[in-house]
C-alpha cells in the first residue's frame, strides 16, 4: 500500500473523498462512545461486586484481625489486613504503608498541600515561601498529576518520556542547577499513557542524582499490578526506589501511591501511601489534624473481597481477561487501519489503562473534534501535556477499558478514520 | 449535708479519710473504663448494623436514584439521596449542600487549608500571608477545632461561652478592631462541651456584626439531629444563619457542617458541607484537584440504611433510647454526690454527646489523674481550651456515649469520688 507521503496530488484527493464517506457513514449512526479516561467496565465490577456481597454475607462480625470495631473510631494508619494487601502489591514492609480514604490522587493532593504549608523532611522552608517552584512532568503524562502542582502555583516543567522513562539527562542537568525544583511526577509502571516501564537505570539514577534536599519524588506506582499477561516475561519489572533512595543517602526522598480503585470500585476503593519512617510520621503528624481515622468498613469490605477472590494475583488475572481482548483489538485495529501508511505510532503496554497514540503533527486536535462530531469522546487533545500544550499537537490517549468490545471496535475505527482524514489534508495543505 | 466550705478543718480531715477509703475500694478492682471521647457505644451500632446488612441483602443494584453507578468514577458534588437527607437534617436546600467523605473534620480541616494558599470569596489574601492570622475559640470547647487552626498558625483567641452561645460583646468587639481576625468555631446546638444552643440574639449577631470581609462562621451543626428527648419543647431550636448573613449583606461568611457519623457508624459515616452558591463553588474549585468523587457505594448504603430506619427522626429516637438513659443516670449521680457540697456545677444538656462539669478552680488536673489511676479515663483537663490550657483548671469533659450503664455508673462515681477529694484537700490547703 502507498503511504500517504508518497502519493501525488490526485491520489491524495481521491483518497480523501473515500475516506470521507466513510466517515459520514459513522457519523449518520448517531454513535455516542466514550474512550475519554481510565474507567473499569462494568463487567470489571459485575465481577468484583458478586464478590462483595458474597463477602458481606459472610461477614459475621464487623472487626478487623487486629480485633478493632471497624463501626467506631480510629486507627489512623489503615486496617492492617488492608496494608498487607497492599504491602504485597507495592512490595514494601506494611509498616512503611498507610491505608487511607478512598482514592490514591487524594494522598498525592494531601502531599503537595501539606508541604505548602509545613516543613516536610529535608525542607527549610514551606513550599508556599519558595516563589519560583517548580515540579517536572514527564510528557506525555498524567493530567490530574500536573494539575495538583498547577493548582498550587508551581511551575510546571516539560521532560520527555523514553521508552525507559523520563530522559534522565535532562532530568540530573535541570534538578542539578535549581533547587526550587521540588520532584517530579512518575508513573513508573505502565506509565499514563504510554504504558512504558521504567528501567534500572532511570530508577537507579533518580534516587541518587544531585537535588534539592527536599526534592520529592511522586512515584504514582498505580498500575504496579494491573498487568495485562499473566506471563511473568511480560510483566514490567521495576526497582525498590525507596530502598535505591535510602542507600544513595537521601531516605526520603520517595513516596509511592497506589490504590485498589482499578481492582475492586472506582471511587469506592482504597488508597495508600508508603514512604520512610520520617516521611510516613510527617504525613501522620498532618493528617491527625485532618481526620480521626479512615471508613474501616470500606477496608474491611474490600479486604475481604480480594481474599475472596483468591488474592491480589487471581483478582487481576480475572481483570486481565476482560481488559487483554480490548487492548489487542485496539492494537489490532491500529496496526490495521493506519500501521502501513506511516501517519502514527504507538507503543504496545503489557499493563496499566491506556494506549498512546502520535499522529502527524499538527492533527491531533483535529482528529478529537472530528471524532467528536461522530461521537466517540476522546480525551482532549493537549491533556497529556502540562497547561494543555502539546507542542507537536500530536499525541492522543485511548482508554480502550470502559467501551464494550462492540462498541469499542467502532469507536477504534472513527478514530482511524479521522486520523488518516487529517493526515491527508495534512498532506495538501503542504 | 454540710458544704465543705463550712465545714472546719477535723470534719474535713474526716471526710477525706471516708473518701480516701472509698477511693481505694474503687481502685482495687482494677477497672478499665473510658468516659474520654464522643464514641457511639456498640448497642447504637448494632442497630445500625442491623440494618445496613438488611439494606445490602436488599440491594438489586448500586445505583443511585439518577441512574449513577455508584461502583464508578464520578459525581463530585456526593449522591443525590445522602445530599437530600442532609438537607432535612440541616435544614438547608440540597443544592447547597455537598455529600463528601467519611466524616466531616475533613471538611473543616480542608476548609482552613484551601484557605491557606488560595482566595476564599471575600479575602484578599490567601491566609498564609497574614502573618498575624487569628481565630476565636469559645471556651469551653471542642479540642479538635482547635488544633486544626493551631496546626495552620492561628493565634487561637478564646472566648468565654454562655447559656446563649459564646459571649457577643467580645466577639463584636474583637473582630470589629481587627481584621486579622478570620473566623470563628461554632458548636450551635448541644455544643461541645456544655450542651448550650446559641439562642436567636446571638445567631443574628454573628451574621450582621462588623468583621474582616473573608471572615469565617465554622457552624459545626454536628448534632443538628441528636436530640435526647422526642419532646419538641426540650429540644434546641436555631436559626437559619446562612438566610441571616445573606440577608445581612455577608452571604460567604458561613460555612455549615453535619455528618452522619453518629447516625451510622463512627468513621465511617458520610460528611457534610453547606455554604452560599460562591462558597460551594469555591470548594469544589478546589476539591475537583484533591479526588474524582466521594465513595458513593458508602453513601448509597448509608442513605437506605437511613430510610429502612424510618428516615431521619426515626433513626435519631433510636439512639436517644440508648444515649438517653446514661445522661441521666450521669446527671442524676452528679446531683446525688456532688449537689449539695457547692463544689462542682453543670448543665443539663437536651442533645449531643457531652456533659461538661465545672469543678473547684484548681483541681481539675488532679482528679483527671486520680481517675487516671483508678482505671477511669477522662477527656484531659485543658482539653476544652486552647493550647490545653483552662486558666482556672476547672472543666472536664465528661462523654457517656460508650460505657454500658454499669460501667458509667461505676466510673461516674470515682468521678465524684475524686472530684471530692480534690476539693476537700484544696479546702484543707487554704
Given at each position: 500500500?502507498?503511504?500517504?507521503?508518497?502519493?501525488?496530488?490526485?491520489?491524495?484527493?481521491?483518497?480523501?473523498?473515500?475516506?470521507?464517506?466513510?466517515?459520514?457513514?459513522?457519523?449518520d449512526?448517531?454513535?455516542?462512545?466514550?474512550?475519554a479516561?481510565?474507567?473499569?467496565?462494568?463487567?470489571?465490577?459485575?465481577?468484583?461486586?458478586?464478590?462483595?456481597?458474597?463477602?458481606?454475607?459472610?461477614?459475621?462480625?464487623?472487626?478487623?484481625?487486629?480485633?478493632?470495631?471497624?463501626?467506631?473510631?480510629?486507627?489512623?494508619?489503615?486496617?492492617?489486613?488492608?496494608?498487607?494487601?497492599?504491602?504485597?502489591?507495592?512490595?514494601?514492609?506494611?509498616?512503611?504503608?498507610?491505608?487511607?480514604?478512598?482514592?490514591?490522587l487524594?494522598?498525592?493532593?494531601?502531599?503537595?498541600?501539606?508541604?505548602?504549608?509545613?516543613?516536610?523532611?529535608?525542607?527549610?522552608?514551606?513550599?508556599?515561601?519558595?516563589?519560583?517552584?517548580?515540579?517536572?512532568?514527564?510528557?506525555?503524562?498524567?493530567?490530574?498529576?500536573?494539575?495538583?502542582?498547577?493548582?498550587?502555583?508551581?511551575?510546571?516543567?516539560?521532560?520527555?518520556?523514553?521508552?525507559?522513562?523520563?530522559?534522565?539527562?535532562?532530568?540530573?542537568?535541570?534538578?542539578?542547577?535549581?533547587?526550587?525544583?521540588?520532584?517530579?511526577?512518575?508513573?513508573?509502571?505502565?506509565?499514563?499513557?504510554?504504558?512504558?516501564?521504567?528501567?534500572?537505570?532511570?530508577?537507579?539514577?533518580?534516587a541518587?542524582?544531585?537535588?534539592?534536599?527536599?526534592?520529592?519524588?511522586?512515584?504514582?506506582?498505580?498500575?504496579?499490578?494491573?498487568?495485562?499477561?499473566?506471563?511473568?516475561?511480560?510483566?514490567?519489572?521495576?526497582?525498590?526506589?525507596?530502598?535505591?533512595?535510602?542507600?544513595?543517602?537521601?531516605?526520603?526522598?520517595?513516596?509511592?501511591?497506589?490504590?485498589?480503585?482499578?481492582?475492586?470500585?472506582?471511587?469506592?476503593?482504597?488508597?495508600?501511601?508508603?514512604?520512610?519512617?520520617?516521611?510516613?510520621?510527617?504525613?501522620?503528624?498532618?493528617?491527625?489534624?485532618?481526620?480521626?481515622?479512615?471508613?474501616?468498613?470500606?477496608?474491611?469490605?474490600?479486604?475481604?473481597?480480594?481474599?475472596?477472590?483468591?488474592?491480589?494475583?487471581?483478582?487481576?488475572k480475572?481483570?486481565?481477561?476482560?481488559?487483554?481482548?480490548?487492548?489487542?483489538?485496539?492494537?489490532?485495529?491500529?496496526?490495521?487501519e493506519?500501521?502501513?501508511?506511516?501517519?502514527?505510532?504507538?507503543?504496545?503496554?503489557?499493563?496499566?489503562?491506556?494506549?498512546?497514540?502520535?499522529?502527524?503533527?499538527?492533527?491531533?486536535?483535529?482528529?478529537?473534534?472530528?471524532?467528536?462530531?461522530?461521537?466517540?469522546?476522546?480525551?482532549?487533545?493537549?491533556a497529556?501535556?502540562?497547561?494543555?500544550?502539546?507542542?507537536?499537537?500530536?499525541?492522543?490517549?485511548?482508554?480502550?477499558?470502559?467501551?464494550?468490545?462492540?462498541?469499542l471496535?467502532?469507536?477504534?475505527?472513527?478514530f482511524?478514520?479521522?486520523?488518516?482524514?487529517?493526515?491527508?489534508?495534512?498532506?495538501?495543505?503542504?
Amino acid at each position: 500500500m502507498l503511504s500517504y507521503k508518497d502519493m501525488d496530488q490526485t491520489q491524495l484527493e481521491t483518497t480523501l473523498v473515500e475516506l470521507k464517506s466513510n466517515y459520514k457513514k459513522f457519523k449518520d449512526q448517531n454513535l455516542n462512545l466514550n474512550m475519554a479516561r481510565g474507567k473499569p467496565s462494568c463487567d470489571q465490577m459485575d465481577m468484583t461486586e458478586d464478590f462483595l456481597f458474597k463477602v458481606i454475607e459472610e461477614t459475621e462480625k464487623l472487626e478487623s484481625k487486629d480485633g478493632t470495631d471497624c463501626r467506631n473510631y480510629g486507627i489512623l494508619e489503615g486496617l492492617p489486613e488492608m496494608r498487607e494487601i497492599f504491602s504485597e502489591m507495592m512490595e514494601i514492609d506494611s509498616d512503611k504503608i498507610l491505608a487511607l480514604g478512598n482514592s490514591s490522587l487524594e494522598l498525592m493532593f494531601n502531599v503537595i498541600s501539606y508541604s505548602m504549608t509545613q516543613l516536610r523532611p529535608g525542607a527549610t522552608k514551606p513550599w508556599y515561601e519558595i516563589k519560583d517552584r517548580k515540579f517536572l512532568c514527564p510528557v506525555p503524562g498524567y493530567d490530574r498529576h500536573f494539575a495538583v502542582t498547577e493548582h498550587f502555583g508551581f511551575e510546571l516543567v516539560p521532560v520527555q518520556m523514553t521508552e525507559n522513562g523520563p530522559d534522565m539527562d535532562e532530568v540530573e542537568r535541570l534538578c542539578a542547577a535549581d533547587d526550587s525544583i521540588k520532584g517530579i511526577w512518575c508513573v513508573p509502571k505502565y506509565s499514563n499513557p504510554d504504558g512504558y516501564v521504567y528501567d534500572e537505570e532511570t530508577t537507579r539514577r533518580l534516587a541518587k542524582m544531585k537535588a534539592a534536599d527536599d526534592f520529592l519524588i511522586m512515584w504514582d506506582n498505580t498500575y504496579c499490578v494491573h498487568h495485562l499477561y499473566d506471563d511473568p516475561a511480560k510483566q514490567g519489572h521495576l526497582l525498590d526506589i525507596m530502598a535505591l533512595s535510602e542507600e544513595a543517602g537521601y531516605p526520603d526522598r520517595v513516596l509511592v501511591f497506589a490504590s485498589t480503585s482499578k481492582m475492586t470500585f472506582a471511587n469506592a476503593g482504597i488508597g495508600a501511601i508508603a514512604g520512610s519512617k520520617s516521611n510516613i510520621d510527617w504525613y501522620l503528624s498532618n493528617l491527625k489534624f485532618q481526620t480521626i481515622g479512615p471508613d474501616k468498613m470500606s477496608q474491611l469490605f474490600q479486604a475481604q473481597l480480594i481474599k475472596k477472590a483468591g488474592g491480589v494475583k487471581e483478582l487481576m488475572k480475572r481483570h486481565a481477561t476482560i481488559l487483554r481482548p480490548k487492548f489487542e483489538l485496539v492494537l489490532d485495529v491500529l496496526q490495521e487501519e493506519l500501521g502501513e501508511f506511516n501517519i502514527a505510532d504507538w507503543h504496545k503496554p503489557l499493563g496499566g489503562y491506556f494506549i498512546s497514540v502520535n499522529l502527524q503533527p499538527g492533527t491531533a486536535k483535529q482528529v478529537v473534534a472530528m471524532c467528536k462530531d461522530a461521537g466517540v469522546i476522546l480525551t482532549g487533545a493537549g491533556a497529556t501535556y502540562p497547561y494543555n500544550k502539546d507542542p507537536h499537537d500530536s499525541n492522543i490517549r485511548i482508554a480502550p477499558s470502559y467501551p464494550t468490545i462492540k462498541e469499542l471496535e467502532t469507536a477504534i475505527r472513527v478514530f482511524c478514520t479521522c486520523a488518516k482524514i487529517a493526515a491527508v489534508e495534512n498532506y495538501l495543505s503542504q
